[in-house]
């Protein structure tokens, strides 16, 4: 997260837009994937905040949400057979989500809105987050998005609203990827396991399609961003 405090970049100008969302792609990616050990923290909190919002739009109580220094997160709230479907499938799936929306947002033009989006949706999960690692993460990452929306002007302020989405798009899928190397499918505490329970669909399967999902919104969010759909 240093880089922002580099002003060196020579951020593309929005004559650009292919330039622009490559640069932000590769900080994203460097962020996403080599980094993976001190920002997947960014990734779970996208994680449970789609188990939370998808429980709330459902209109089932979210209790409390809990991290740890290890990447991982608990979302505590009962909802029962089927809505425990959407609510389940909405955790590794959300990184994806709400980076497709996003990214579509700002095809639009809508930089301020998707800055001040992501701290309107974090402020409101930190009044259920629970426990010291929730309160460091989700306010350390509130801090850096309150900064790149006040304290950045164009096109800095930009590309890295970009870098934000493009990591919320590449960061579903690294978590994918390192769920099923790690054979997490096979925790009784994992979404897909807590699926196959509910479902009788295997947990092998539910894995394959949050990959399949994530690496879709990575390809639908990246040519928007890109500019090569629609």
């Given at each position: 997260?240093?880089?922002?405090?580099?002003?060196?970049?020579?951020?593309?100008?929005?004559?650009?837009?292919?330039?622009?969302?490559?640069?932000?792609?590769?900080?994203?990616?460097?962020?996403?994937?080599?980094?993976?050990?001190?920002?997947?923290?960014?990734?779970?909190?996208?994680?449970?905040?789609?188990?939370?919002?998808?429980?709330?739009?459902?209109?089932?109580?979210?209790?409390?949400?809990?991290?740890?220094?290890?990447?991982?997160?608990?979302?505590?709230?009962?909802?029962?057979?089927?809505?425990?479907?959407?609510?389940?499938?909405?955790?590794?799936?959300?990184?994806?989500?709400?980076?497709?929306?996003?990214?579509?947002?700002?095809?639009?033009?809508?930089?301020?809105?998707?800055?001040?989006?992501?701290?309107?949706?974090?402020?409101?999960?930190?009044?259920?987050?629970?426990?010291?690692?929730?309160?460091?993460?989700?306010?350390?990452?509130?801090?850096?998005?309150?900064?790149?929306?006040?304290?950045?002007?164009?096109?800095?302020?930009?590309?890295?609203?970009?870098?934000?989405?493009?990591?919320?798009?590449?960061?579903?899928?690294?978590?994918?990827?390192?769920?099923?190397?790690?054979?997490?499918?096979?925790?009784?505490?994992?979404?897909?396991?807590?699926?196959?329970?509910?479902?009788?669909?295997?947990?092998?399967?539910?894995?394959?399609?949050?990959?399949?999902?994530?690496?879709?919104?990575?390809?639908?969010?990246g040519m928007m961003l890109l500019h090569l759909a629609g």
């Open positions: 997260m240093s880089v922002l405090a580099s002003t060196t970049i020579a951020a593309p100008t929005a004559d650009g837009p292919s330039g622009l969302a490559g640069t932000a792609a590769v900080l994203a990616w460097i962020m996403a994937v080599p980094l993976y050990r001190f920002t997947q923290y960014f990734g779970t909190v996208a994680h449970e905040g789609g188990h939370a919002l998808v429980a709330k739009l459902l209109f089932q109580a979210v209790r409390a949400i809990r991290f740890t220094w290890s990447g991982d997160g608990m979302t505590y709230t009962t909802p029962s057979w089927p809505i425990i479907i959407p609510v389940a499938m909405a955790g590794y799936l959300g990184p994806s989500a709400f980076g497709l929306f996003a990214a579509w947002l700002l095809t639009q033009g809508q930089t301020e809105t998707v800055l001040w989006g992501s701290l309107a949706f974090l402020g409101v999960m930190l009044l259920v987050v629970r426990g010291w690692v929730g309160w460091i993460i989700v306010p350390a990452l509130m801090v850096l998005l309150f900064e790149i929306a006040t304290d950045l002007k164009p096109p800095l302020q930009v590309l890295f609203t970009h870098v934000w989405v493009w990591f919320l798009l590449i960061i579903g899928v690294e978590q994918m990827l390192v769920f099923i190397q790690g054979k997490v499918y096979k925790n009784d505490t994992s979404d897909s396991v807590r699926l196959q329970k509910e479902t009788h669909i295997p947990s092998e399967i539910w894995s394959f399609v949050f990959l399949c999902g994530t690496i879709a919104a990575l390809v639908a969010g």
